[in-house]
């Protein structure tokens, strides 16, 4: 559960420097919001490929076996994420951040801002995917550029929404948290398996905090919340389709 405290702790740190006003102008200027979503995207794409390409491995054969078993998970996943409109339901969830800044400020704004960005900080699809990742493998790094996401998001949204912001350190901890431990439930026996169970999950988990990536850095715009359902296709398949 460590990636989810320092997650937390991104939060309640971007919150505090919010809270009190912290604009140095030289930081600001050595590192304009820009750079620092670069470099945190571009260490996104490495923790993501890293995590896909361990689980490569195998004779030549296994390897085309799992990349087949990936593809096949992506396609269903994608299906299914379709039906159940996962991808709607995060972008209503962006919608309504949208509103919430654009409104006039009011009486309520500690519990606007404290609904809005417990909402934007769990839904994003690196909530589910580094916790997944932590709970099967120990400390996930994904969860080190979240944290950098999220606090920077909460450092900007304290002057708008004041101390309310830093408040959905809670619930983004909880909700990590649990998901780390569902994970971490599963691993043994995923583990021991005489089918690659878990290095399906983690290909298809880390091709998806690459496509994070994609979003982070703006070069391509990819609905990964559609995607989710792929991180159980993979090890059913597995299970089915491995010889």
């Given at each position: ?5 320092i ?20 930081l ?19 923790f ?14 296994q390897?085309?076996?799992?990349l ?9 996943g994608?299906l ?5 409109r ?20 009011s ?12 909402g ?11 916790s ?7 400390l ?7 944290a ?22 809670i ?12 994970a ?9 398996q ?12 880390g ?24 991180l159980?296709f993979a ?9």
């Amino acid at each position: 559960m460590t990636g989810a405290l320092i997650n937390a702790l991104g939060i309640v740190i971007g919150g505090a420097l919010g809270l009190a006003a912290f604009k140095p102008k030289k930081l600001a200027t050595a590192f304009p919001p820009s750079m620092l979503k670069n470099i945190l995207g571009l260490c996104t794409v490495v923790f993501g490929i890293r995590l896909a390409w361990v689980s490569f491995h195998g004779s030549f054969g296994q390897i085309l076996g799992k990349l087949g078993i990936l593809m096949l998970a992506l396609a269903l996943g994608k299906l299914a994420g379709k039906a159940l409109r996962l991808q709607k339901l995060s972008n209503s969830v962006g919608r309504r951040a949208s509103q919430t800044l654009a409104a006039p400020i009011s009486q309520h704004r500690i519990n606007d801002g404290f609904l809005m960005t417990t909402g934007l900080f769990c839904i994003g699809p690196l909530a589910l995917l580094a916790s997944v990742d932590e709970g099967l493998n120990g400390l996930s790094k994904v969860f080190m550029v979240k944290a950098g996401i999220d606090g920077l998001a909460t450092y900007a949204f304290c002057e708008t929404f004041g101390w309310g912001v830093v408040l959905s350190a809670i619930p983004v901890l909880a909700l990590e948290s649990a998901l780390t431990r569902g994970a971490q439930c599963l691993e043994p026996y995923l583990r021991h398996q005489p089918r690659p169970l878990l290095d399906a999950i983690n290909a298809v988990d880390g091709l998806l905090i690459f496509c994070v990536a994609m979003i982070i850095l703006g070069l391509k715009k990819i609905e990964v919340a559609d995607y989710f359902p792929s991180l159980a296709f993979a090890p059913l398949l597995t299970w089915w389709l491995w010889r």
